[in-house]
């Protein structure tokens, strides 16, 4: 959808993509021996949407992406062809998690199976979870029968549940604005929807990219760089996934591209806010727990384990066995015993451990049976 309303938009599927369909080939004419290049996908939205379905399936093919999404330029060195073409390309992707499902006990990263240099260069993460929700699934089901009976959607009452922390030792990522996004987009009861032909709302944003360069207020600024300094001082106190530059000109961006869409010259205090909250709420997906909880001590991008401090408790004890007994071989039972004298409360040990194997502490040697490899 969002392909066909971009004015430039290229839509691909990862299980069938290639390195060379994404990026650029390099092509020898049989007739005339003389070579040429092929443009990829990312090329060819050049300015505009690439848009990959089934991210989490390209394998390989990743690599390919971190050159374009850092320096928007694609480079190619082959057959004695030295070169470099623009990839100026928002990219959209869509990836679903290893197995169907999705383990809140485990980092986004794990998910996915991705690794974290790619997840970084994406401004904005969001994790869509197919909860029961009496008010949603009552939209959703109006929507899909009201689509297949030929009628005109309207929106009947209903409300969506919204939580709000009183805890006063609250994170900056759980504070809740006095007039939330979500409660200003929300469709009022019995209000008739009237969607813009995508026509006409792909010449608009076509007119916007080209004739509208907004730039930031001072209040917008200060905002943003209060916002930006309150993680950075939150990740240095509980010893968090690093928050970078890189998280700064993610709201930079974002706050044009809001006033950008309002075709004004300026992006105001409104904007700012705007997107600080969208950022919160993007944070706060990859932060969550599998307990619903807020731990910041988990890694956002990194293929750690979600809970660090609970794996280093856990095998700086099975350390202090292994130097004490002068055997580094533990059954399952003997870890599992040790995990439950430390009160270490995890929702499926086995994959505790098996994320400890993946990370090399522990090495599998047999059925039940890990060797500690920090000794």
Not at 308 to 334: G, M, P
């Amino acid at each position: 959808a969002v392909c066909n309303v971009a004015p430039r938009g290229v839509y691909v599927c990862g299980n069938t993509t290639t390195t060379s369909g994404l990026t650029v080939t390099l092509s020898k004419d049989s007739s005339s021996g003389d070579f040429a290049l092929e443009a990829g996908a990312l090329v060819l939205g050049d300015q505009g949407i690439c848009g990959i379905d089934e991210f989490d399936k390209m394998g390989n093919q990743h690599q390919a992406l971190l050159e374009a999404m850092e320096q928007q330029s694609i480079s190619l060195a082959k057959a004695g062809v030295v070169c470099s073409l623009p990839a100026r390309t928002s990219i959209i992707a869509a990836a679903n998690p290893v197995g169907g499902h999705y383990n809140k006990a485990k980092t986004v990263s794990e998910n996915l199976k991705m690794g974290s240099a790619l997840l970084s260069r994406f401004d904005l993460v969001f994790i869509l979870l197919d909860t029961p929700n009496e008010d949603h699934d009552h939209l959703l089901s109006e929507h899909v029968i009201a689509i297949r009976a030929g009628k005109q959607r309207t929106v009947s009452s209903a409300t969506v549940a919204r939580m709000n922390s009183q805890d006063p030792n609250t994170s900056v990522l759980e504070v809740v604005s006095d007039k939330p996004l979500s409660e200003r987009l929300k469709v009022l009861p019995g209000e008739t929807i009237d969607p813009i032909p995508h026509q006409l709302l792909r010449k608009y944003i076509g007119y916007a990219r080209q004739y509208v360069y907004p730039r930031l207020s001072t209040d917008a600024a200060q905002i943003l760089q209060d916002f930006y300094l309150e993680l950075r001082k939150q990740s240095q106190w509980l010893n968090s996934s690093p928050i970078t530059t890189r998280q700064l000109e993610s709201l930079i961006r974002l706050t044009e591209a809001r006033a950008r869409l309002e075709l004004r010259e300026e992006a105001t205090k409104e904007d700012a806010e705007d997107i600080v909250e969208i950022m919160k709420y993007s944070m706060l997906g990859t932060y969550s727990d599998e307990f619903g909880n807020l731990d910041f001590e988990r890694s956002q991008h990194g293929s750690g384990m979600s809970n660090r401090s609970t794996a280093k408790r856990f095998i700086s004890a099975v350390n202090n066995i292994a130097e004490r007994t002068y055997n580094n071989l533990f059954q399952f039972h003997q870890l599992r015993q040790i995990a439950k004298e430390l009160n270490i409360q995890v929702a499926d040990f086995e994959n505790f451990i098996g994320s400890l194997n993946d990370q090399g502490y522990l090495l599998k040697k047999g059925p039940k049976v890990y060797q500690l490899q920090t000794m």
